[in-house]
Nanobody
Framework: VQLQASGGGLVQAGGSLRLSCAAS????????MGWFRQAPGKDREFVAG????????VYADSVKDRFTISRDSATNTVDLQMNSLKPEDTAVYYC?????????????????????WGQGTQVTVSS
């Protein structure tokens, strides 16, 4: 599956941005679409994930109550609405697909579990 992320940019602290990821290919019911981010000099970290059919959502503690992940199965897109942005949210954001077994019902937060990755989009939050 090819993934194309968009929507990054520069925003002041407290502002909002919406990222979108378009997937070309088949996404199965138990697959997970996730968002990760990587700041300079830091490891890639999990931000949010959603089980495709069940619409179950998982968030990193650092973004809970500020970010919202959503999916549109008709258009094969997954969005990340980011509110109350902080300078520490500055990073390159990646969308990724984890092709899960049919019996799976969880979101794996490890980047190594994800098979397909988008190209990344830069989010910069100024103080």
């Amino acid at each position: 599956v090819q993934l194309q992320a968009s929507g990054g940019g520069l925003v002041q602290a407290g502002g909002s941005l919406r990222l979108s990821c378009a997937a070309s290919g088949v996404i199965y019911s138990n697959d997970v679409m996730g968002w990760f981010r990587q700041a300079p000099g830091k490891d890639r970290e999990f931000v949010a994930g959603i089980i495709w059919r069940a619409n179950k959502k998982v968030y990193a503690d650092s973004v809970k109550d500020r970010f919202t992940i959503s999916r549109d199965s008709a258009t094969n897109t997954v969005d990340l609405q980011m509110n109350s942005l902080k300078p520490e949210d500055t990073a390159v954001y990646y969308c990724a697909l984890d092709k899960r077994p049919v019996y799976s019902s969880r979101v794996d937060e490890r980047s190594t579990s994800y098979n397909d990755w988008g190209q990344g989009t830069q989010v910069t939050v100024s103080s």
